[in-house]
């Protein structure tokens, strides 16, 4: 071992001691004949200080020091004349004795600081630099501690840790996959798992009864700012369970990690939202409930009263911003501009101050009387010094989702979305399929395999866009933290979906034999449930993405630029796999 | 929930409760106006009780009941008459009241008992039935345990489970990758991790001291019994240490695993054996110490006697097998076949037999006289009732190797092979090097990334195949169930080891450039370990093939005989991700 001690150690009650510390230089300062290091590892900082009186020799190595070299050093543990009170080990200092210089360093390219004065590029090129800085390396401390915690929760419920195979089958039904040629069965591929979905209900036909595994997924899509293509997910699934049974269980592992993570005591059930009332309310699947601005439906108050753009309307909803009305006439139209903007899409914004005096004056004034105008501020329970701000369109839910943006704007601008408040939420009651126009047919809204509302089956032969799904998302601060649902265990029902979902008999054969064959031979009824580790590691960090919490993320196009992959593969390697690569001109040119 | 109560639970204690078990129907009995019905779930097995003369209908359909039926009962539990001490809920019944058939079930195709009369392949197509049989699930059940052991003691050691990506870059060095190509990098591919060696070394860099993962890591070679395509490591790294400290560290684990999982104590510390001992004297780098038959190596004594097999050889060695003198004539010419197979490819086998008077017997005597023969009963402390068997060749290596065939087939012969006794022991001092005759160059034993010891590496320049490195095995039973190495910090060092492999200098920065940069930057000293959970939990589970300790493993052609995996893409997927697959006549054959 090349430390007695690690350099977060050391407190008042070690001085004296002779202690030996290895670690990276900080920071180096000279004053008058002394020289300071403050010498880093992962537990923390130590002051070392070398006397230029005492020891010249290695006074003047101790000069010679570069950011980042890494060192070994010997010596008495001192108290501190000065001592500071930031540090855990701001009482004591290190008086240096010998000096190992272990490894030298280049200047690193930027900073290792909190504020470290590297940008996003490089941060990424040096990544391994990058997680030296604290504010990094405890995102990843933080994943650990999670990780532990979810399985102590988990074991301690009777929940069995089981690997499912990474190279699987593909299963076209879902996001894009990831694909492995197979080298001993030319001309075949296995796929990555977008999730061990089907895996896991295996496990539950087999009688595993509580199965989770923290596991690595993948998506060979377009990348957003939240999104890689490699992500760790917490599965769960669970026997002979109702919705209830899992919403109680995984409930309680949230509200567990609340409390050993953030030290924060959830002691209310979360509420549960039926997703048709979220749309309505909030025009979102995952609201944030860290604020309120529900939303108002308008068209009885304002629809026929001459304003064009509402006697057209479909739908006339706004939301009322409390204190806002002394929004200035600038702000008002930053944020007209805001909705307009094409990832919004709204045509317009119509608003409406509550005045001290309780007179409302709106935007569109010359079309509603005062009469109608106190019918809108009764309709919000709006107060003097409101603001009232309405979306109006043809297509409800369009409009309802162009709100749900101004909605998450406001909240922002009004400081309403604390990083350190959290507003946790069950949606529930999704429907069974969504009209995919793209496709032009009924897609699973979660997946296939998720059972219908027991209530609702008779519906799927008559009108299957009303099912809904035993399904539900656990929604954290307007983010879907986890969701799940619970599954078909029956063949012939399983069968059936398959067929509202357009697959031939034989291609659910195909792709999903194995599975309705296995319901086959008893099994029993089951659901369950997964998390998304990065987004959960991320919420409790206060991090904007899930990239900070990830040890070597890839970028918006899918490549790791410290590694530098993907890369060309020669000849002799692709012969191997009975493949060749066959190129556009358009993506050669991108290689060169 | 489905149940009050588990299959598992119920005790004396419950007599007279009202419960509902869920669960599968294991067997029933039809006896006199009773139905009696074994019901079963991942916990335990209940016996159901339905009485004719109580109710009829609720009997009957009691007596439709297929094996594997799912069902679910309510009822009173009773004591029984006829208790059952091989149960632990063998004291109680349940008298049913209520049924409730949740699924049915088609007959298996086989018996899910223990001893089933299902074969291998069709208990690998329908694995989730196979993995109802309680002795292949208390397999993941370990599995589970072990983990949770594994991270429970390496949590308390301070080290950080840290994710590390699957999509990573081609290092050819080394096992064949499977590969991954990228959509949206056109042409370009990923390759998925043999290990996560270079990456965790990264994490060394980067500061975070003490590093773990429970990780996948995927090899496409051609498969053995004791291979799997995926498989899964131990992976661990420490920075600042020497090797004492890395054994010291991971004996300890090894001890905690041993403790906690099989309730073994293993006082002492493993015993260490040099390579070059362990190759000397057992013929492999991984001996099974659970029995003796040390070689002897006899070349003073038996070489120039006249017999031409001896005397034109380079080596001669052999074993002792206590008590064996008694092998009849068939069961020594047995052996002979056995070292003249294929796989172990021994000319011959050379016999002496120490017969009751201190005689010795062998199948050379008209070479040797007893006065010889006496001199090879001293080397090896033989005695009255022992059996001496000898190799010869011209390649010591290649006949140690078949030597320690013959030892371990006269060990598993002699029952010295016990899977409930553990020898531990540390192979160290390996060498850096190892020739390869396919390549015709040396190539790293461990891996390239692999400390010398620091007193031989003046003799890199000059005698490199002397060189030994930092590196260590941990061996149980023969099986090598980890091993590591000190890495190389410094980036000069690691320069010149890619040289003595025969990388040219680009070919190096262009595979392993971003390492050598890193170590640029203050790496400090570090090392590691690598332990195979599958071996492990084969080891502790008594399991001849890892296969039965992983829920859904592939066959030797690497295919999922259940998900039916690797398939075809079809040409749209290709077209996706510019490939096209180029099959020879023979592949396309076997496609068909």
Chains 1, 2 share one sequence.
């Not at 200047?107 to 504010?135: A, H, Q, W």
């Not at 690595?216 to 919705?243: G, H, K, N, W």
């Not at 043809?394 to 909240?411: F, N, P, S, V």
């Amino acid at each position: 071992m090349y430390r007695t001690h690690t350099c977060g150690e050391l407190r008042l009650a070690n001085v004296g001691e002779n202690v030996t510390l290895a670690g990276w230089v900080q920071r180096t300062r000279k004053m008058g004949g002394m020289t300071f290091v403050d010498l880093r590892d992962r537990y923390g900082i130590t002051q070392l200080v070398f006397n230029q009186d005492k020891d010249a020799t290695l006074c003047e190595q101790a000069n010679r020091l570069g950011r980042e070299f890494v060192v070994q050093v010997t010596g008495a543990v001192n108290e501190r004349s000065a001592k500071n009170p930031n540090l855990p080990t701001g009482d004591i200092e290190l008086i240096a004795e010998r000096m190992n210089v272990l490894n030298e360093s280049l200047t690193p390219p930027f900073t290792i600081e909190d504020e470290s004065d590297g940008g996003d590029d490089i941060r990424m090129k040096y990544r391994y630099l990058d997680l030296r800085r604290t504010c990094v390396r405890k995102n990843l401390e933080l994943r650990h501690r999670m990780t532990m915690e979810v399985r102590r929760y988990l074991d301690s419920k009777g929940f069995l840790e089981i690997e499912t195979p990474m190279l699987i089958g593909s299963t076209p039904e879902g996001a894009r996959e990831f694909v492995v040629p197979s080298r001993m069965n030319p001309g075949q591929f296995y796929a990555l798992p977008q999730s061990p979905q089907t895996l896991k209900q295996l496990l539950m036909v087999s009688g595993m009864d509580r199965y989770f595994q923290i596991v690595r997924c993948f998506r060979d899509e377009d990348l957003r700012a939240d999104r890689q293509p490699e992500f760790t997910q917490i599965d769960c699934e669970m026997s002979y369970v109702e919705q209830e049974d899992i919403i109680q269980m995984f409930e309680g592992m949230a509200k567990h990690l609340f409390k050993e993570l953030r030290g924060v005591e959830l002691a209310e059930p979360f509420l549960r939202m039926p997703w048709s009332d979220a749309m309505k309310y909030y025009g979102s699947d995952k609201p944030d409930l860290r604020f309120g601005m529900r939303f108002v439906e308008l068209m009885d108050v304002l629809k026929g009263h001459g304003f064009p753009v509402f006697d057209n309307a479909n739908y006339i909803g706004g939301i009322c911003a409390e204190g806002a009305a002394s929004y200035t006439r600038k702000q008002i139209d930053q944020l007209t501009e805001f909705v307009k903007k094409p990832q919004v899409g709204a045509k317009g914004l119509v608003y409406a101050r509550v005045e001290a005096d309780g007179n409302v004056k709106s935007s569109v004034d010359k079309f509603y009387s005062q009469e109608v105008l106190q019918q809108l501020k009764a309709k919000f329970g709006a107060n003097p010094g409101d603001l009232i701000l309405i979306l109006s369109g043809d297509d409800a839910m369009k409009t309802r989702k162009q709100l749900c943006e101004l909605r998450l704007e406001m909240g922002r601008q009004l400081g309403l979305r604390d990083k350190n408040k959290f507003a946790c939420l069950w949606v529930v009651d999704f429907p069974m399929f969504e009209w995919s126009e793209e496709e032009q047919r009924l897609m699973a809204m979660h997946h296939p395999f998720t059972h219908p509302k027991e209530e609702d089956i008779p519906l799927l032969d008559t009108k299957p866009e009303e099912v809904r799904a035993d399904a539900y998302d656990m929604v954290v601060n307007g983010v879907e933290v986890g969701g799940g649902s619970i599954r078909i265990h029956d063949s012939k029902l399983q069968a059936k979906m398959f067929e509202i979902l357009g697959f031939t008999p034989e291609k659910a054969q195909e792709q999903f034999g194995f599975l309705m064959n296995a319901f086959k031979y008893g099994a029993p009824p089951h659901g369950g449930l997964a998390y998304g580790l990065d987004r959960w590691v991320s919420l409790f960090a206060g991090l904007d993405s899930i990239r900070d919490c990830i040890a070597f993320p890839k970028n918006n196009s899918g490549r790791d630029v410290m590694l530098d992959v993907p890369t060309c593969l020669d000849n002799k390697q692709l012969d191997e796999l009975s493949l060749r690569t066959v190129l556009k001109a358009s993506d050669k040119e991108q290689i060169q």
